[in-house]
């Protein structure tokens, strides 16, 4: 079965600072991974979704990354702002099902 | 616009009373699906729909019920709720590879 994992499971960082989320997969033969952001209680917003073929996908500050052979997608987010502040979750999507790590939370400060 | 529409958003009900949670698509998504959030184990799938009439287990589909009648909809039941069952539940919706999109979700509390 595949395994997501995030790395850090939480960061704050200062206000304006760039930072990476980190996102692992035990199994490389997924269609697509998506990146998505939960504010405390609500639903899912999609933020970036990469298929298997790409290798980056950019949206504003946000930049994804994936290395299906290493099995690993990065979140790069440039200038952060304290309305960034949120739970980013990672997902593999293998066909029938999307495989979510357990999120990186972030708290970007004033 | 594009969304998938859950209801009810809240929801507390009693131990084994019959419950149906509604999930609606505008989107013509053939693929369907629920999932349930839990502090500490993250979102796991219950069920999924690939179109009209085919639905299939996820990984902890016990105590759940599904249908799909209708391509929009996919309505998630709960014949005999358990207080384990309280949980935070997602429907979403998907056509290939164009990613997922997710309803607010419905916070369900069982006493």
């Known amino acids: 079965k595949q395994e997501v994992t995030q790395i850090p499971a939480a960061l704050s960082v200062p206000e304006g600072e760039n930072l990476v989320l980190n996102c692992s997969f035990t199994d490389s033969a997924i269609y697509n991974l998506q990146w998505f952001r939960q504010d405390p209680g609500k639903g899912l917003t999609s933020l970036l979704l990469i298929q298997s073929s790409q290798r980056e996908q950019t949206s504003g500050r946000l930049n994804a990354s994936l290395d299906k052979s290493s099995g690993r997608s990065t979140l790069y987010i440039a200038a952060s702002q304290p309305g960034d502040s949120a739970t980013y979750l990672c997902a593999s999507n293998s066909g029938y099902a999307l495989n979510f790590g357990k999120g990186t939370s972030l708290l970007v400060t004033p | 616009e594009a969304q998938v529409t859950q209801n009810p958003r809240y929801l507390i009900t009693v131990t084994g009373k019959k419950l149906t949670v509604t999930c609606s698509q505008n989107m013509n998504h053939e693929y369907m699906s629920w999932y349930r959030q839990d502090p500490g184990l993250g979102l796991r799938q219950i069920y999924y729909?690939?179109?009209?009439?085919?639905?299939d287990k996820g990984d902890v589909p016990e105590g759940y019920k599904v249908s799909r009648k209708e391509k929009r909809n996919f309505p998630l039941i709960l014949e005999s709720p358990s207080p384990n069952q309280t949980s935070l539940y997602f429907c979403a919706s998907s056509s290939g590879g164009l990613g997922y999109t997710f309803g607010s979700g419905t916070r369900l509390t069982v006493v």
């Open positions: 729909s690939m179109n009209v009439e085919v639905t």
